[in-house]
């Protein structure tokens, strides 16, 4: 055992268990360095690609690319979809980061590490985050291949006591308590509407996600519960990354692809199945990609 006297939960030690294991600011600073003597690109805007929602990365013209394997102290994806990729470039001469795959809790991740590449993009100049999720339908009037502009979310996971930013805090990133009531930037999703509207998009929807821990889908009770709640869609992520951007001050705008109806009903044989979810996101990404890059357009004219 180590000699130190240890009086405090954030002088952490390999010999000492401690109230939290975070990446330090130092940690993530490390990693921007990384990055930043292998890349020139400075981004503004950052991506966050959901489940089988990566082709939007194609919009990166030449970007340089690292697997998540290869950068140190990075996690790895592990599911379906995620092709686990993180990419620099520029859309329509706009600098982006984007990560193809992201972490979820039921990977096995602790919250702090599953948002760790939110804090690396703030320190690598990201002032907006852009996340994607496939997410099931609750709201009775949605349909399969909707897009829902998320407007807020109910965040079930943290109902059970786990948010990202349990533990010592990190004041260089943000304060110790977090306002999350605006959450999702009304101008981005006045903006998105704007968007939406003016290529003639159908089938966007606006709505609240609600997140649960997974990987088990939802009960037809929970699901009766979280349509009372006034859910109108359900998935396993972006709540997480929204709390950490917010902490640190990046401006954020979610959409969810509606991927399946959930099954709200005990008579009926249908089953939510991942592979269903991938196929429809193929199918869908498209116009999620010319969503995207159509936000980011007029952000950068009214910037
Ligand atoms: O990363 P997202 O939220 O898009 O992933 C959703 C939730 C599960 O990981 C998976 C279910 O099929 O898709």
Partial sequence: MCDKNHNTITDPCEHHLTASNQYTYGDI??????????????????????????????????????????IPKF?????????????????DGTPVISMQGRFHFFEGYPLWMCTMPVRLMKLLGVTTLILSNAAGGINPSFNVGDIMLI?????????????PLRGPNEDKF???????????????????????????????????????GGPSFETVAELKLMHQLGADAVGMSTVHEVITARHCGIKCFALSLITNMCVMDYESDE?????????????????????????????????
């Avoid at 020139?40 to 998540?68: K, N």
């Avoid at 979310?153 to 109902?159: L, Y």
């Avoid at 101008?187 to 996600?209: F, H, P, S, W």
């Avoid at 990404?285 to 009214?302: C, M, Q």
């Fill in 29 to 70: 600073e490390e990693l921007a360095n990384y990055l930043k003597e292998r890349v020139s690109i400075q981004p503004q805007i950052g991506i966050i690609c959901g489940t089988g929602l990566g082709a939007v990365t194609e919009l990166l013209a030449d970007p340089t690319i690292f697997d998540y394997k290869d």
């Fill in 75 to 91: 996690p790895v994806s592990t599911v379906p979809g995620h092709a686990g990729r993180l990419l620099f470039g520029h859309i």
């Fill in 151 to 163: 407007k807020d979310h109910i965040n079930f996971v943290g109902f059970a006591g786990h948010n």
């Fill in 174 to 212: 943000g304060a110790r308590f977090v306002a999350v009531n605006d959450a999702y930037s009304r101008e981005l999703l006045r903006e998105a509407k704007a968007v939406a509207q003016g290529l003639g998009m159908k089938g966007v929807q606006e709505g609240v996600y609600a997140c649960i």
């Fill in 271 to 303: 089953k939510p199945d991942h592979l269903e979810i991938l196929t429809v996101g193929k199918e869908r990404e498209n116009d999620v990609k010319i969503l995207v890059k159509n936000i980011i357009l007029r952000l950068a004219k009214i910037n």
